[in-house]
C-alpha cells in the first residue's frame, strides 16, 4: 500500500510544479519611459537627426512587443508519457527481485490556452492503471510463492498461514489492497491548475501565475521552444530556482517535455 501512495506522490508533484505562484513580494518592476516627439520644426540638423532615431528605436520596439503578443499557444497541447518504468523505480528494492508488469500506464498532461488564461490537467489514465495493478498482483504473488517454496513451505501451507494472519489468502489480500488503493486515489488520479500566462518570445519564457493581477511581475517560468505544432518545455523556474519533477532514478520524467498541438 506504501509503494502504491508513492506512485501517486509521483504525479501530484508534478501538479505541483506547474502551481507557479510567486510568493515574493518584492517585485522588481520594470518601466518603459515614452519619448515624445514634437512637431515643431528644428534649425539644428543634428537634433532632427536624434529624433528620428528615437522614432525608430521605438517602432522596432512596438514590433518586439507585438512579435510576442501574436505567438500561437491557443488551442491545446498535449505530453503523454509511460510511467510504469517511474512506478517500478518507486517501488524500491522490490522491483529488482520481481518481473515488473509490461502494462504502460500513460500519463497525460494537457495544457490548454485561451486568450490570457491556462488550464493544465495532469492524469493517469485509469483503466491503465487498474491492469497495471491486476498485473501486478499477479507478480507478486508469484514472488510470494516462490518465497516460500525456497524455505520448504507449499503454497496451500503459506496461504493458509498468511490467512491466519491477515484474515485472507494471499491473492485475495493482494487484490484488495491494490483495489483500496485505487478507490483511496480517486480524484487524485486527475488534477487541474488554473492561471494566467504571458509569452516573452525574445527570452523564450512563458511567465504563469496564479493571479491575473500577479502576471505583469510574475518571476516563475518556463523557458520553451516552439516549432509548428510542438511545444518543447526545457527548464521550469519557480522562486528563483530552477524545480526538478523527479526524484532519484526516474530518469523518464526529465526534462524536456514535448507537448503537441492536439
Same mark, same amino acid.
Given at each position: ?107 497525460? @498532461? ?35 510463492? +516462490? ?39 480517486? +480524484? ?50 519557480? +522562486? ?9 532514478? @526516474? ?12
Amino acid at each position: 500500500m506504501k509503494n502504491i501512495k508513492k506512485l501517486l506522490a509521483l504525479m501530484l508533484a508534478l501538479v505541483m510544479i506547474f502551481a507557479l505562484v510567486a510568493c515574493d513580494d518584492k517585485k522588481s518592476s520594470d518601466t518603459e519611459e515614452e519619448e515624445t516627439v514634437t512637431e515643431e520644426k528644428k534649425d539644428e540638423d543634428k537634433e532632427d537627426a536624434k529624433t528620428a532615431e528615437k522614432e525608430e528605436e521605438e517602432e522596432e520596439e512596438e514590433d518586439k512587443k507585438t512579435e510576442a503578443d501574436s505567438v500561437d499557444l491557443e488551442g491545446e497541447w498535449l505530453y503523454s508519457v509511460d510511467m510504469s518504468e517511474a512506478f517500478g523505480a518507486a517501488m524500491g528494492e522490490i522491483a529488482e527481485q520481481i518481473d515488473l508488469p509490461d502494462e504502460k500506464v500513460m500519463m497525460n @498532461l494537457s495544457f490548454e490556452f485561451e486568450d490570457d488564461e491556462f488550464t493544465l490537467t495532469v492524469g493517469v489514465d485509469k483503466e491503465d492503471f487498474e491492469d497495471y495493478l491486476d498485473a501486478l498482483v499477479d507478480v507478486m504473488l508469484e514472488y510470494m510463492y +516462490d518465497m516460500a517454496e525456497s524455505q520448504g513451505m507449499s503454497k496451500d501451507d503459506f496461504d493458509a498461514q498468511f490467512s491466519a494472519a491477515n484474515g485472507a489468502g494471499v491473492e485475495d489480500y493482494l487484490e484488495e489492497s491494490m483495489k483500496a488503493a485505487l478507490e483511496e486515489a480517486g +480524484d487524485q488520479l486527475s488534477q487541474s491548475k488554473e492561471g494566467y500566462y504571458k509569452v516573452d518570445t525574445k527570452k523564450g519564457r512563458i511567465y504563469i501565475a496564479e493571479d491575473e493581477d500577479d502576471l505583469d511581475d510574475a518571476e516563475d517560468y518556463m523557458e520553451y521552444e516552439l516549432s509548428g505544432k510542438k511545444l518543447t518545455i526545457t527548464k521550469v523556474i519557480s +522562486d528563483g530556482e530552477e524545480a526538478n519533477p523527479v526524484g532519484e532514478n @526516474l530518469d523518464i520524467l526529465e526534462f524536456p517535455w514535448t507537448f503537441k498541438k492536439q
